[in-house]
């Protein structure tokens, strides 16, 4: 069982760049969660996802990003035009759809704005 | 929305004494209350949970209580050991599967 897997687990852009983040949920997980947690602080829900459906983006900002789990391969977390206050580790969870309380977390992505 | 209190933030034992963590929440409807460990630069790991229809639960040196009227619940660690510090999250959850973070408390467990 490999885990929850993301990648990158660094990456660096640059102002007004776009960040791409993968999530590959555990075997068996069809729910995905995303979450950022910024340095010394706690993790911030951004957005709930299950196959090819948005479920919950109440914690997303508005504005320049956005999340898909297709059908077929990862789901993907995008920032476009990224700004320095959008450093952070951004982390994702799954879980599975009869046991959809639990969720297991990746290693996280650190992304840096230079 | 939901909103979660942890205290403390920072939290220092001696090796072999208890620490307990607290949190309080504010949505009555929140049904699970799961707890994170993450160490440095790690991901964060669930270590013990507790759903609203348990007062108590307990893995060996870890236990959580739960009291539903009050919405407070609490992390319980005994014998700490050094390799228990971490940052150590609560979190409430409910229907929406989403989960709600306290903003982590800072254990550090001196040998």
């Known amino acids: 069982n490999a885990g929850v897997m993301q990648n990158p687990r660094h990456l660096v852009r640059r102002r007004g760049q776009e960040a791409r983040l993968r999530c590959s949920p555990m075997?068996?997980?069809?729910?995905v969660y995303w979450y950022r947690q910024l340095p010394e602080e706690g993790l911030k829900f951004m957005v709930y996802?299950?196959?090819?459906?948005?479920?919950?983006e109440s914690g997303m900002p508005k504005e320049r990003f956005s999340a898909e789990f297709p059908k077929e391969g990862p789901s993907i977390l995008r920032i476009q035009q990224v700004v320095r206050g959008d450093s952070a580790a951004y982390f994702c969870a799954s879980s599975s759809a009869n046991r959809g309380y639990e969720q297991y977390f990746g290693p996280g992505t650190r992304l840096t704005v230079t | 929305g939901e909103n979660v209190e942890q205290h403390p933030s920072t939290l220092s034992v001696q090796e072999g004494d208890s620490a307990v963590i607290k949190c309080t929440y504010s949505?009555?409807?929140?049904?699970?209350f799961p707890w994170y460990k993450q160490e440095l630069g790690k991901r964060p790991q669930l270590i013990i949970d507790i759903r609203s229809n348990v007062g108590e639960k307990k893995d060996q040196r870890i236990a959580v209580t739960l009291n539903k009227t009050a919405k407070h619940f609490s992390l319980h660690i005994t014998e700490t050991q050094p390799e228990d510090s971490a940052v150590y999250f609560c979190a409430a959850g409910g229907n929406g599967n989403q989960f709600y973070f306290g903003t982590g408390t800072s254990l550090t467990v001196i040998p």
């Open positions: 075997k068996g997980h069809s729910h």
């Open positions: 949505d009555s409807a929140s049904n699970y």
């Open positions: 996802l299950q196959k090819e459906n948005i479920i919950d």
